[in-house]
């Protein structure tokens, strides 16, 4: 089992930025991707970025694209999501989510991970 805890959420202004970090802990040598999800009430959670296990490739959906950047710290068991330029529309609960499948590099389908953290609140407004 992977324990994930996020972390970094909040509220800001439009145009302001957050940085959200997910702590994994337990058999984490099991995980391949990792990824980070949102969801607003009444719609399905939605994939937002993702990265590969050696975390050179990684993967957007097109509405935070230049805007938000995945990373992680293998050393530290850590995913982050560095977001920039917030909008109204990017406010959600923010997913961290740890894959194991060694089929793919990443993915940003919810059905393809395997371990959910509890979420975190993000809300842009002024």
């Known amino acids: 089992q992977v324990q994930l805890v996020e972390s970094g959420g909040g509220s800001v202004q439009p145009g302001g930025s957050l940085r959200l970090s997910c702590a994994a802990s337990?058999?984490?040598?099991?995980?391949?991707?990792m990824g980070w999800f949102r969801q607003v009430p009444g719609k399905n959670r939605e994939g937002v970025a993702a990265?590969?296990?050696?975390?050179?490739?990684?993967g957007y959906v097109d509405s935070v694209k230049g805007r938000f950047t995945i990373s992680r710290d293998k050393a530290k068991n850590t995913l982050y999501l560095q977001m920039r330029r917030l909008k109204p529309e990017d406010t959600a609960v923010y997913f961290c989510?740890?894959?194991?499948?060694?089929?793919?590099?990443?993915?940003?389908?919810?059905?393809?991970?395997?371990?959910w953290g509890q979420g975190t609140q993000v809300t842009i407004s002024s």
């Open positions: 989510a740890a894959g194991r499948s060694s089929a793919l590099w990443w993915s940003l389908k919810a059905n393809m991970y395997d371990y």
């Open positions: 337990g058999y984490t040598s099991s995980v391949q991707y």
């Open positions: 990265i590969s296990d050696n975390g050179v490739r990684t």
